[in-house]
Every structure is written in structure tokens, then in C-alpha cells.
């Protein structure tokens, strides 16, 4: 049985039948199968119990500050005051790129999101100034993921909502690892550019840059508000995202970036991903309900219990299965389908579900930007129409490499992820 | 002869049946993505009560639940028609149109049952409520059927859309995805 629930949701997958659909329907047939028809009277409970948790409301608030942000403008006055303010350096276009990536991951807390708003902007202008083609997409494919490692993130807020795991650790946690992939890709764009020899842009003058800071003020404000309010422990992470919303519908209702009537298709965008995402939730909780019936996790600790498994090697095998996992389904999917089999034997094991978290976020990283389902990916190619999937995915490469270097060094030193989170509580 | 104009000619009542099934999955979504707006309203309400005037509210948080539960239904049937629902293909995209054609005829089937499984349990599960007159385990006694009738709309609504799609595969050999078109436009 539990084999047969796996190959039919894997088969079910392969024939392009939706994630959450595929989960959905296995997940309720092997309901009906172990309980008869007792199925029909419980299975609205389980789906009301699914959608039932404060910590979820986050998701959609954070989607829908994120795109007022796009949809206003503000997120690109960002670009243009940080652009201002490095543009000049050697490989100016390209910092302001990674710096932009990194602002704006501590605002929204999407990985796709972010490289769409970067991929407009920073693409164009990069190939104009004869940037090396690769190098950019690769530059704006993977500067999008660090979306979900700096915080606010929404593939943490499900790691929270999955585990009951403190989101605003699991925020904290994020905030070291991604300042230290943020400082690689910023070396690594430096070297690149000063052996490519790229034009530098002109500097910007102080007026210039002063006009620029102070269009970008309503968006400057964010970061602090989001996540200091969340540090200091003035609201929960879904409150702050509800504060966010508000203040970013303000910001673009008063600075007229944003009319009431050209709200309605921000918002019904914003209802498309968030009902994406909960119904996966949907479909992978019923499965999961049968995954627990047939006792799955207890038997796989039990029989890692048997092999004497160390924490080491099971962190090392599960970041295998995620970079399988992560070349065919995107983010939500993986988490919601993986976490639930994977949590119990990390309690039963030892090992911190707060490093573990972090740990598990690059992962997910990279499933953002490995061939053929890599979001991030299709988002380059939205951007530029003759760009080719391979080209894209070729770029990231080496930044896949910087990606992988700080993978190794938050397993080797789990103090990188966890002294913070420490000192703050 | 494009092919929408050809099945409004061939077919004036299913384009009319198809136009209003839009309509009604759009109206939903354009509902639930208000009240997205109104859980952002909520929450700000909250902080504010806390800090200004020293007394949390007892209904945001349970509010902005059920808020955030009907407004996801309400919009996954718009998700499907729009295409949002993530999926893998890889493969689907490989095969022939003919052989696509009965697999996506196949795949509908099956959601379709799917969604009329739960719309059907849906509504039994919110008759018994209502008759029991059970409320909801939060701070917020409300009848529990209030949130959760928000499951058979949703999927009543996600089961139509799969009717619209079947309809349009099978009569018409319409792929899903022209439809996804006439949404978006």
C-alpha cells in the first residue's frame, strides 16, 4: 500500500496532472481505501483542520505586499536609488543587482518574485552594457533565491506552519546565511567583471542620488518595519506582514503610484499564487493523513534506527533526495510533501529543526534554479524571449557553486544559522 | 475562423454556458481577493488595539482564518482556469496533440470526480453542522458551518470550472489552454 501510494502520485505528477490535485486525489482514494466510507464523513474536517492555522495567513499577506510593490512601482524606485548609489563601481550593474536581490528579500518573501521584479529592471540594462549574457541571466536567477533565505520567506513561514517550529526563529535564522551567499555573489560579481573588463556607468551625482533616495523612501521603510518589528518582538511574523500590506497600499494610494481601481487585478494576482499554494496544502495534507495511517515516518526512523544512522549522513542523504526532489517540483511542493515523513526523525535523532530549517532552505534554492522545473528559470525566459533554458541554467552554475559553499558551511558550523536566533531570545 | 468565433457560431448556448461559468469563477476570485485585502485590514486593527489601546481583539485572529479559508476556495477555481495550479510538464509536453488530448481528458475526469467527492461530502458535512448546530473550537462561537461551507462552495465551484474544461476537450477539441486566454484577456 504504501508503495502504491507513492508510484501513483509519481505517476500522476508525470502525466501533468497538478501538484496539489495529485496529492489531493491519492491522498483521498487512500482514505476511502483504509476506512471505507468513513472517509466521506471525515474528509471536511481534515481539509477545514488544513487550512485552519494564523501562521498560514502570512502567505497570502506577504504575496500580496510584495505585489503592490511591483504593481506600484516602489520596488523598482528600490533599484534605482541602489543603482544610484553603486552603479559606478567595477561591476556596478551587477552589485546593484545582488544588493537589490537582498533589499528586496527582506521585504517580500518570494524567491520568484523577486527575480521577476530584478529580471525587468537590472536584464536589460545589463546587456546593453555588453555584460556576458550567462553571467547576467545566472546573476538574476540565482540573486531571485536568496527571496527565501532572507527573511521574511514564505517557505519558512510553511516550515512553521508544518512543524509549529517559531517562525520568527526560523526568520532569524535565515538572516547570517543569506548575508554571507549575499557576500559571495557580490565577490564573486567583482571578479568577474574586472577580468571581463566591463564599462563602468557613469557616477550619479549627489542631486541625483538625493532624488533617488527620496523617491525610494516609502520602500525603505519596510525592512525595518517588517523585520525589526518582528526582532523586536512587536508582532508575529503575520501580523507584520498584515502591517506591511496596509503600508504598502498607503504608500502607493498616497504617492499615487497606484489607483483604487488598478487595485483589483493586483489583488486577484495575489489570490492566484496564495491559492496555489494553500491547496497544495490541501492535497498534501490528505495525503499526509494516510502517510500517517500507514505509520510511514515511524517505520522509516525505525529502520534508519536499525542502519545507526548518523545526523551527519542523514542530513547529507536528505539534501540528496532535495536536489532529486528539486530538478521536477517547485518549493511548496517538496516542503509540504517532504516535511511532514522528514520532521519526526529529525526530533528523533537530534537534530535542530531551526538548523535544520536553514539547511533545508538552500536546498530549496536550488530547486529554484535546476532544469526543468526551476521557477526562477522560466522567469529569465519571461523576461527575455530568446533566451534558452540551458543559457540560463548555464549561468547559474557558478553561482550554484558559491550556493553549495555556504550549504557546506551552515552543516559544518550550525552556530551560522543559530547563534542568533540564540542571542535574541 | 478563429476557433472561439467558430464555436460561438456553431455553438451559441455552450459559448453563452461557457461565458457565465468566466464570469462566475472571476466574480469568486474578485470577492476573495477582497477579502485577502480586509485580513490585512484585520491584522493592522489588532496590532493597533494592542498598543493603543492595551485591549486584543478576540476575533482578528480567527477571523482572518476563515477570511483567508473562503478566499482560497473562492479563487482556485479561478487558479484552474488561469493555470495557476503548479504542475509538472515535462512529458505532456513531449507527446503528440491527439495522444495530450485523452490524457488531459482522462486527468479532468479524474479531478472532476475528485471535486465532486468533496463538494458532496462538503455538504453533508455542513448540513450535520447546521442541524447539530455545532460552532467552532476558537474564541470566536460562531456556527461552525459559517467557514465551513467555504469547502463545498470552493470545490462546487473547482468541479464546475472541470465540467467547462471537459466540455470544451471533448466537444470542441479545445485545449484548456485557449480558455486560460479568454480569462486572462
Same mark, same amino acid.
Given at each position: 500500500m504504501t508503495a502504491l501510494i507513492f508510484i501513483l502520485v509519481s505517476l500522476l505528477l508525470v502525466v501533468g496532472m497538478p501538484v496539489a490535485f495529485s496529492l489531493g486525489v491519492v491522498g483521498l482514494s487512500g482514505l476511502f481505501a483504509l476506512e471505507g466510507s468513513g472517509a466521506f464523513f471525515g474528509v471536511t474536517m481534515i481539509i477545514y483542520e488544513s487550512l485552519h492555522s494564523f501562521t498560514l495567513t502570512a502567505i497570502p499577506l506577504f504575496i500580496l505586499m510584495a505585489n503592490i510593490l511591483i504593481h506600484s512601482r516602489i520596488s523598482e524606485d528600490l533599484y534605482r536609488f541602489i543603482h544610484s548609489l553603486v552603479?559606478?563601481?567595477?561591476g556596478g550593474l551587477g552589485i546593484a543587482t545582488v544588493l537589490f536581490c537582498a533589499g528586496f528579500s527582506a521585504i517580500s518573501g518570494s524567491s520568484v518574485a523577486t527575480a521577476a521584479t530584478v529580471g525587468m529592471l537590472a536584464v536589460p540594462e545589463m546587456l546593453q552594457m555588453g555584460y556576458d549574457r550567462r553571467f547576467t541571466f545566472g546573476l538574476v536567477a540565482a540573486g531571485g533565491t536568496l527571496g527565501i533565505l532572507i527573511p521574511p520567506s514564505l517557505s519558512m513561514i510553511l516550515y512553521g506552519a508544518l512543524t509549529d517550529v517559531s517562525v520568527g526563529d526560523l526568520f532569524i535564522a535565515g538572516i547570517i546565511p543569506g548575508l554571507i551567499l549575499t557576500g559571495f555573489f557580490l565577490v564573486y560579481t567583482v571578479i568577474h567583471a574586472r577580468k571581463r573588463g566591463y564599462v563602468r556607468t557613469r557616477p550619479a551625482g549627489w542631486s541625483e542620488r538625493a532624488g533617488a533616495f527620496r523617491r525610494s523612501a516609502w520602500g525603505l521603510v519596510l525592512p525595518p518595519l517588517v523585520l525589526g518589528g518582528i526582532y523586536l518582538g512587536w508582532f508575529t511574523p503575520t501580523e507584520a506582514a498584515g502591517v506591511g500590506v496596509v503600508y504598502s497600499l498607503a504608500a502607493a494610494l498616497v504617492s499615487r503610484r497606484l489607483s483604487i481601481l488598478k487595485l483589483m487585478p493586483v489583488l486577484l494576482s495575489s489570490l492566484r499564487t496564495t491559492a496555489m499554494v494553500l491547496v497544495i496544502i490541501v492535497g498534501a495534507v490528505l495525503f499526509g493523513h494516510v502517510v500517517t495511517i500507514l505509520h510511514v515516518p515511524q517505520r522509516l526512523i525505525t529502520f534508519l534506527g536499525e542502519l545507526d544512522v548518523a545526523p551527519w549522513q542523514f542530513i547529507i542523504l536528505v539534501c540528496i533526495i532535495f536536489i532529486f526532489l528539486g530538478d521536477f517540483l517547485e518549493v511548496v511542493s517538496i516542503t509540504i510533501i517532504t516535511l511532514p515523513i522528514i520532521f519526526p526523525i529529525l526530533l528523533a535523532i537530534g537534530i535542530d529543526p531551526v538548523w535544520f530549517a536553514v539547511i533545508m532552505t538552500i536546498n530549496m534554492e536550488f530547486a529554484l534554479i535546476?532544469?526543468?522545473?526551476g521557477l526562477n528559470l522560466f522567469v529569465i525566459k519571461g523576461v527575455v524571449e530568446d533566451a534558452s533554458l540551458m543559457e540560463v541554467f548555464q549561468g547559474t552554475l557558478p553561482f550554484m557553486l558559491l550556493m553549495l559553499a555556504v550549504l557546506v558551511l551552515v552543516i559544518i558550523f550550525p552556530q551560522l544559522s543559530l547563534w542568533l536566533p540564540f542571542m535574541v531570545r | 475562423m478563429s476557433k472561439s468565433v467558430y464555436i460561438k457560431a456553431a455553438n451559441p448556448l455552450w459559448h453563452r454556458l461557457d461565458n457565465g461559468l468566466l464570469q462566475l469563477v472571476t466574480w469568486a476570485a474578485r470577492l476573495g481577493g477582497l477579502m485577502l485585502l480586509m485580513v490585512g485590514l484585520f491584522v493592522l486593527y489588532e496590532v493597533v488595539c494592542r498598543y493603543v489601546f492595551q485591549s486584543p481583539t478576540l476575533w482578528v485572529m480567527d477571523c482572518s482564518i476563515y477570511f483567508v479559508m473562503w478566499a482560497v476556495l473562492l479563487g482556485s477555481a479561478y487558479t484552474m482556469r488561469t493555470r495557476g495550479? %503548479?504542475? %509538472?510538464?515535462v512529458v505532456i509536453n513531449k507527446i503528440s496533440p491527439k495522444k495530450r488530448r485523452v490524457v488531459q481528458i482522462c486527468l479532468h475526469t479524474v479531478i472532476l470526480a475528485f471535486a465532486l467527492t468533496i463538494t458532496a461530502a462538503g455538504v453533508h458535512s455542513c448540513v450535520r453542522a447546521y442541524q447539530m448546530k455545532e460552532l467552532t473550537m476558537s474564541a470566536l462561537y460562531i456556527p461552525?458551518?459559517?467557514?465551513?461551507?467555504s469547502i463545498p462552495v470552493g470545490f462546487g465551484l473547482m468541479a464546475l470550472e472541470e465540467l467547462g474544461t471537459l466540455f470544451n476537450l471533448i466537444l470542441?477539441?479545445?485545449?484548456d489552454i485557449r480558455r486560460k486566454e479568454k480569462a486572462h484577456s
Open positions: 552603479g559606478h563601481w567595477p535546476t532544469p526543468p522545473v | 495550479h %503548479v504542475l %509538472v510538464d461552525l458551518y459559517y467557514p465551513m461551507s470542441f477539441n479545445n485545449s
